[in-house]
Antibody
Framework: QVQLQESGPGLVKPSETLSLTCTVS????????WSWIRQPPGKGLEWIGD???????NYNPSLKSRVTISVDTSKNQFSLKLSSVTAADTAVYYC?????????????WGQGTLVTVSS | QSALTQPASVSGSPGQSITISCTGT?????????VSWYQQHPGKAPKLMIY???KRPSGVSNRFSGSKSGNTASLTISGLQAEDEADYYC??????????FGGGTKLTVL
């Protein structure tokens, strides 16, 4: 059973860079695609972007200029960096495993981590 | 990319059936059979309920079913139970190799 765990600072100052890491256990990161998804308090889900085990990325066009997703297969981790954050970036951030092999969906999710943008 | 359109809320009594719609475009919902549905209880991570429009993962009750017509997908829950009260989100793969979610629907079991 694959498990995902987000980690990183819970508080980030405006204009700084939000950095989160997702650690994958119970399976190898060296297959499938891996996503970041966020949910502002009381609002819906927003897909941020994803990365394949080989490092190929796709990003939400609305966030593309500020997002970088990377993968470290040696540590079975992938990471998110979101630059120039504002209060609008306050959200629960989830990492998730994708199926993208003719059956496209998110089958495993982390528990989520709340990141608050505030001075 | 614009979010898929879902009703903000639906409600039903125990034992009844409800349907939640999810409307997109020919670049997402209408273009692929890659619509999935997620259930989210307060404070919890989303849980996959339906994938590939109408397939159920192992362990999900057969009271949950999915369908699609044109640019609109639907999730139907039959025999409503109190535990079904949650937020439901649809998602679709898109022609840009990205994903888009619906705005979410709050299901209330009366």
């Amino acid at each position: 059973q694959v498990q995902l765990q987000e980690s990183g600072p819970g508080l980030v100052k405006p204009s700084e860079t939000l950095s989160l890491t997702c650690t994958v256990s119970g399976g190898s990161i060296s297959s499938y695609y891996w996503s970041w998804i966020r949910q502002p308090p009381g609002k819906g889900l927003e897909w941020i972007g994803d990365i394949s085990y080989s490092g190929s990325t796709n990003y939400n066009p609305s966030l593309k200029s500020r997002v970088t997703i990377s993968v470290d297969t040696s540590k079975n981790q992938f990471s998110l960096k979101l630059s120039s954050v504002t209060a609008a970036d306050t959200a629960v951030y989830y990492c998730a495993k994708e199926r993208r092999d003719g059956h496209n969906y998110f089958d495993y999710w982390g528990q989520g981590t709340l990141v608050t943008v505030s001075s | 990319q614009s979010a898929l359109t879902q009703p903000a809320s639906v409600s039903g009594s125990p034992g009844q059936s409800i349907t939640i719609s999810c409307t997109g475009t020919s670049s997402d919902v209408g273009g692929y059979n890659y619509v999935s549905w997620y259930q989210q209880h307060p404070g919890k991570a989303p849980k996959l309920m339906i994938y590939d429009v109408s397939k159920r993962p192992s362990g999900v009750s057969n009271r949950f079913s999915g369908s699609k017509s044109g640019n609109t997908a639907s999730l139907t829950i039959s025999g409503l139970q109190a535990e079904d009260e949650a937020d439901y989100y649809c998602s679709s793969y898109t022609s840009s190799n990205t994903w888009v979610f619906g705005g979410g629907t709050k299901l209330t079991v009366l």
